[in-house]
């Protein structure tokens, strides 16, 4: 073992876009801080936040059906879109102000512009989709909205979709055009190669062990070198665990009392990629359906444009599916290895409480490619098998607690843990995830650091406008700051370039 013990303020384990959005908010507020890296593989932005391991959608709220809700009474709650959305324009607003600094050189390296649908069909679902538009349009956010249950509209918006579409069956959709694709594997590299200028050492094939408290009050983290085997010794004031998957063995290992009673359940993604160029180039949007009855949110049909190393592609999907590891890259004793004496009842009651979830996802397992091509063409009706390769994507980890609702509640949101003097975090879940990561770490933050944020505030305000305000509350900001963000980010050019 080394003896080699180093000492500073912030250590981030997992080089993934919740870290890079941390230490990148950081660096701008306490530019003065020592700030370290850890991640295991051999470089950033390669286990949840790689581009081919998640939808890529900035999600603004503006086509996922699952955030607005039918009431009994038949009306639309559009509350959590809402939020979403202005969460989003959070993170909008700091990539902005990192283009105008110097700190990103191309957004157009992550970020492009690309309309959002949402698309239904049966008579139920296009009356619910017709007052959910109504709900939303007359919102500000979602300014510019547009819907449509003619078939003749339907062909010029989704022409690969419609095409030899015989069915007589109602079929509508919405459509918004300022919708974007974000690339999050690469905005993360860009983000931690801008923190590498700014003196930020990033340890790749470093793997972290094991973390404990010292009796001084700072964290000591056991770090392994997977190059030479050697043992390191790494302590700090404050430890942030954004690992993905990975982040709840190591929150357990940290023993503090927050990181009791919570489990993990592991559900992996599969997505079908167009491999014909001349299918790719008749799409040019991303389109969510409605989620089967019995699916989890996460697995919300959606037939997506992309824009992976500076080329379109056309991804459908996702489908679920079970492996016991907590990352791709992870071990398949994950799963049992996270079952504690302290948290194996509230895991039990979740077992108990979700067996349609685990029949779904049995049965997605169990689906042939010819089964998977048969939901693809409820999409695009004549899509043919040898244009359509099947891909693995992301490994995500659902959060499962003990609330309200009783032991052992399945979460499918971003979960932030934090011990009760905020000098250790971990985030936990996964949707909507990246997209509002920037309004995420300002809430760690906030519990972290309360002692700095006063401070902290007038920079923040700079940095993101409608910090601290509702932007339903200040409509007068929402055209501001879409018109704003719109021009740092390139948005505007891309639009035109791609008409």
């Known amino acids: 073992m080394s003896d080699r013990q180093t000492s500073t303020d912030v250590i981030l384990i997992g080089a993934g876009i919740m870290s890079a959005t941390l230490g990148s908010l950081l660096k701008q507020l306490a530019p003065d801080w020592n700030i370290k890296v850890f991640e295991k593989l051999a470089s950033a932005g390669e286990e949840s936040s790689n581009e081919w391991n998640n939808a890529g959608t900035g999600h603004a709220a503006l086509c996922e ?10 009306s639309v709650d559009i509350a959590k879109a809402i939020k979403i959305n202005e969460q989003f324009q959070v993170s909008r607003q700091f990539w902005s102000y990192l283009v105008d600094h110097q700190q990103i050189r191309n ?55 419609m095409q030899d579409r015989n069915s007589n069956e109602p079929i509508a959709a919405t459509k918004i055009d300022t919708g974007t694709d974000v690339n999050f594997g690469a ?30 009050g700072r964290w000591e983290l056991k770090v392994r070198n997977l190059g030479t085997g050697a043992v390191e010794r790494h302590s700090a004031n404050f430890v942030f665990i954004g690992g993905g998957g990975g982040s709840l063995p190591l929150l357990q290992k940290s023993g503090i ?69 907590f990352l791709k890259t992870g071990s398949m004793f994950d799963l049992i290895g996270s079952v504690k004496p302290n948290n194996v009842v509230t895991m039990l009651a979740a077992g108990a409480k979700n067996m349609g979830l ?27 098998s040898e244009d359509w390769d099947l891909l693995v994507a992301g490994q995500r980890v659902q959060v499962i607690k003990d609330t309200e609702n009783g032991r052992g509640t399945l979460q499918f949101g971003t979960e932030v843990v934090n011990n009760a003097d905020g000098s250790i975090a971990a985030l936990l879940g996964a949707s909507p995830g990246a ?11 906030k519990k972290c650091f309360p002692q700095d944020m006063k401070a902290w505030e007038p920079k923040i305000k700079e940095m993101i406008p409608s910090y601290g305000l509702s932007l339903v509350k200040h409509p007068e900001l929402i055209q501001d700051i879409h018109a ?16």
């Open 187 to 216: 905005l993360t590299r860009i983000l931690f190669e801008t923190l590498q200028r700014q003196n930020v050492e990033i340890k790749y094939r470093h793997m972290v062990d094991n973390i404990k408290r010292t009796r001084d």
């Open 107 to 161: 957004p157009q390296d992550f970020i492009m512009p690309l309309p959002h649908m949402s698309l239904v069909q049966g008579e139920k679902n296009v009356g619910f989709l017709r007052r959910r538009y109504e709900a939303m349009s007359a919102n500000p956010l979602f300014a510019g909205m547009e819907f449509s249950d003619d078939p003749k509209q339907l062909k010029k918006w989704i022409p690969l979709i």
């Open 435 to 445: 997209s509002t990561a920037v309004s995420v770490m300002l809430e760690l933050m």
């Open 358 to 384: 685990t029949k779904y996802l049995i049965q997605q397992v169990m689906l042939s490619k010819e089964k998977r091509m048969e939901d693809l063409r409820q999409f695009v009706p004549n899509a043919k």
């Open 484 to 499: 704003s963000t719109s021009r740092a980010l390139g948005l505007n050019r891309a639009l035109q370039a791609a008409k």
């Open 257 to 325: 009392p927050e990181s009791k009673r919570i489990g993990g359940f592991p559900v992996s993604g599969l997505f079908m990629v167009c491999n014909n160029p001349d299918v790719v180039a008749q799409h040019n949007a991303k389109v969510y359906g409605k989620a089967p009855v019995g699916a989890p949110p996460m697995s919300v049909p959606h037939l997506d444009t992309r824009y992976i190393d500076n080329k379109r592609s056309l991804l459908f999907g996702p489908f679920a599916g079970f492996t016991p590891k």
């Open 65 to 74: 059906l699952n955030y607005t809700d039918e009431k009994p009474d038949g």
